[in-house]
């Protein structure tokens, strides 16, 4: 079975640094590209940023661009979203989710159960 | 970049057909054959109904189908089920490695 577990999520003050972590299995890691979406408190869906497999390339929404790096371990089948200078706005569940293949993201699927980030002082 | 236009909400009863649109630009919706569709449930994760403009997942429902017109897509639930009642995204490529989601729709099965 395909899975994806989020961890790292929590409360952070403004300003301050957070790293998601993202587990996959069920599948082989290295051979899709992933992607963090992101949707804050009963709002819609936000495409945050993506990665191509062997990290070739990385992507970001301009709203993140700057703060957040995205990387993945292939060894540990982990995806990381490194997030610097947090904002109020930046307060959502993050989901990850797998992209069509190593080098196209194209869509998202299956997707993780989120990771609540939270940045108020 | 502008989030792609949704209707807010849309119902329909059982047994009905209703349809979803979405409504972006030649830049992104009119220009790849990448809309995609998420049903999302209070609380949960988003899950993939439609990617490709009009293609379904194996495990989705026949019930569901995908379109496109210029640049606007569409989701069309036939034969409406109670369990249907969700909140429903699109997504498209809009180019230079982003991604746009429209707003979101929440369906209600009346």
């Known amino acids: 079975e395909v899975q994806l577990v989020e961890s790292g999520g929590g409360l952070v003050q403004p300003g301050g640094s957070l790293r998601l972590s993202c587990a996959a299995s069920?599948?082989?890691?290295?051979?899709?590209?992933m992607t963090w979406v992101r949707q804050a408190p009963g709002k819609g869906l936000e495409w945050v940023s993506s990665?191509?497999?062997?990290?070739?390339?990385?992507y970001y929404a301009d709203s993140v661009k700057g703060r957040f790096t995205i990387s993945r371990d292939d060894s540990k089948n982990t995806l990381y979203l490194q997030m610097n200078s947090l904002r109020g706005e930046d307060t959502a569940v993050y989901y990850c989710a797998r992209g069509r293949d190593v080098s196209r993201v194209d869509w998202f699927d299956p997707w993780g159960q989120g990771a609540l980030v939270t940045v108020s002082s | 970049q502008s989030a792609l236009t949704q209707p807010a909400s849309v119902s329909g009863s059982p047994g009905q057909s209703i349809t979803i649109s979405c409504t972006g630009t030649?830049?992104?919706?009119?220009?790849?054959?990448?809309v995609s569709w998420y049903q999302q449930y209070p609380g949960r994760a988003p899950q993939l109904m439609i990617y490709?403009?009009?293609q379904r997942p194996s495990g989705v429902s026949s019930r569901f189908s995908g379109s496109k017109s210029g640049s606007t897509a569409s989701l069309t639930i036939s034969g409406l089920q109670a369990e249907d009642e969700a909140d429903y995204y699109c997504c498209s490529y809009a180019g230079s490695y982003i991604w746009l989601f429209g707003g979101g729709t929440k369906l209600a099965v009346l």
């Open positions: 490709d403009d009009s």
């Open positions: 990665i191509t497999g062997s990290a070739a390339g990385t």
């Open positions: 030649s830049s992104d919706v009119g220009g790849y054959n990448l």
């Open positions: 069920g599948f082989i890691f290295s051979n899709h590209a």
